[in-house]
């Protein structure tokens, strides 16, 4: 299985097959949905599993504000089947969000909620197993002897890279390829959002960067990963004629990582002396500055 394949007509198909079989559960009714709404609504208030992460993104573009419930009403549909069927259930899941997950220090998931795990005991005696796609794709290979290297990037590209990234350093790979501090200084993107000449940068801390992998080649030993990043970076600015500006910058840009792959290594797939990254591109896409009153005022930078 690789991303082709989910990408074809093969998923309804197989799924049509799964419906004919009577393996797919019943959908709820109206007044179920209905009450799901409102106890959705409860759950988010709260910060409680399932789905509140979905909510600011999916109420921009839905006018009903109900897509955000989407996890909330997956979440239920196991517990009925748990409840009904007796039998235990293993969930797999790329949503790897802490509205699901218990998460790391690397903010990685370490294990489900522990409200998940005892709402389900609320309804069977049986056991619940949640694992990430990577991972399930890890125990698969295992019990049945194979390796998909090109199954494995394609499911795993944004965690892979990410890995990489939060291993090198944000800061430090950003420097080492273009240097991105000369960058904010030089390139006159920063400019348009404090109105005068910058004199000097300083990037105080850097958030988690967000990626988003678009390619994947793999020619048997060698992998080549390219798309997008975006990421917020805390900020002095020192400008002429003005006192000094803090705030915080969004940046986004391209990234392209290659590396060899070890398929027979089942703890580290990657040989890590071969990474090679590569990040460009960059535009200033957002400043907010830091005021008195502790908020903040959004400046949008027109290029």
């Known amino acids: 299985m690789n991303k082709s394949m989910l990408d074809t007509g093969n998923v309804k198909l197989f799924m049509d097959q799964l419906a004919t079989q ?31 992460m979905d909510e600011k993104e999916k109420d921009k573009k839905d006018e009903t504000k109900t897509q955000k419930f989407g996890d909330l ?27 699901w997950w ?18 389900f005991s609320c309804y069977s005696d049986q056991s619940f197993i949640m694992v990430g796609m ?20 394609e499911l795993n590209a944004e965690e892979l890279v990410d890995d990489l990234m939060t291993s090198a350093g944000w800061q430090e ?35 988690q960067g967000v990626i988003d992998i678009e ?23 020192e400008q002429y004629g003005d006192q ?21 290594n089942k703890e580290d797939k990657i040989k890590q002396d071969t990474v090679k990254l590569q990040l460009g591109g960059f535009e200033v896409t957002k400043f907010v500055e830091y005021t008195d009153a502790e908020d903040s005022v959004w400046a949008s930078v027109v290029q």
């Open 22 to 52: 009577e393996k797919v559960g019943q959908p709820f009714s109206y007044r179920e949905k209905l009450a799901l709404f409102t106890e959705g609504d409860s759950r988010f208030l709260r910060k409680l599993p399932q789905g509140y």
């Open 73 to 99: 009403i997956v979440w239920k549909q196991q517990l009925l089947f748990a409840e009904e069927s007796g039998r235990p259930v293993v969930f797999i899941t790329n949503d790897n969000k802490p509205d």
């Open 102 to 119: 218990k998460l790391n220090q690397d903010g990685r998931p370490e294990s489900p909620r522990p409200e998940l795990i005892e709402e």
């Open 134 to 153: 990577g991972e399930f794709l890890d125990h698969l290979s295992q019990i049945f002897d194979f390796e998909n290297s090109l199954a494995y990037l």
């Open 173 to 207: 790979t950003l420097d080492e390829n273009v240097n991105f501090t000369s960058y904010l200084i030089h390139s006159g993107d920063l400019q348009f959002a404090v109105g005068n000449p910058l004199t000097d940068v300083e990037v105080i801390e850097f958030s």
């Open 215 to 237: 390619s994947v080649v793999y020619d048997g030993t060698i992998a080549s990963l390219a798309g997008t990043f975006s990421i917020e970076a805390e900020v002095t600015i």
């Open 244 to 264: 000094p500006v803090e705030g915080e910058v969004k940046v986004s840009g391209m990234i392209n990582v290659q590396f060899e792959l070890d398929a027979e």
